[in-house]
């Protein structure tokens, strides 16, 4: 499965984007996702995830509300819709999947990744 992330950029605060995570591979529908984050100098952190369905969802707290993870699999494509952006938000954020395990909030639950998209919230 290759991962291609689009669709940051940079918003003011309170503004919206939208992320895409468009996926390549037969297995995909098969795989739950994931929106992961990382700012300057610090760790990768969980932002959201999904289940093959779409019917099952997970966020972090600091996005639950604001954010809202969705998949269509006809066409192998994962969202993220950020509403009510904070410049706490700046981060590059990455997309990632995996056939299945028992976690779904931590780096090393997913096997394939994107390769990232920069999205920057000004104050």
């Known amino acids: 499965v290759q991962l291609q992330a689009s669709g940051g950029g940079l918003v003011q605060a309170g503004g919206s984007l939208r992320l895409s995570c468009a996926a390549s591979?037969?297995?995909?529908?098969?795989?739950?996702a994931a929106w992961f984050r990382q700012a300057p100098g610090k760790e990768r952190e969980f932002v959201a995830a999904?289940?093959?369905?779409?019917?099952?969802?997970y966020y972090a707290d600091s996005v639950k509300g604001r954010f809202t993870i969705s998949r269509d699999n006809a066409k192998n494509t994962v969202y993220l819709q950020m509403n009510s952006l904070k410049p706490e938000d700046t981060a590059v954020y990455y997309c990632?999947?995996?056939?299945?395990?028992?976690?779904?909030?931590?780096?090393?639950?997913?096997?394939?990744w994107g390769q990232g998209t920069q999205v920057t919230v000004s104050s």
């Open positions: 999904i289940d093959w369905s779409g019917g099952v969802t």
């Open positions: 591979g037969r297995t995909f529908s098969s795989c739950r």
């Open positions: 990632a999947a995996d056939l299945g395990g028992v976690g779904v909030r931590k780096v090393q639950e997913y096997d394939y």
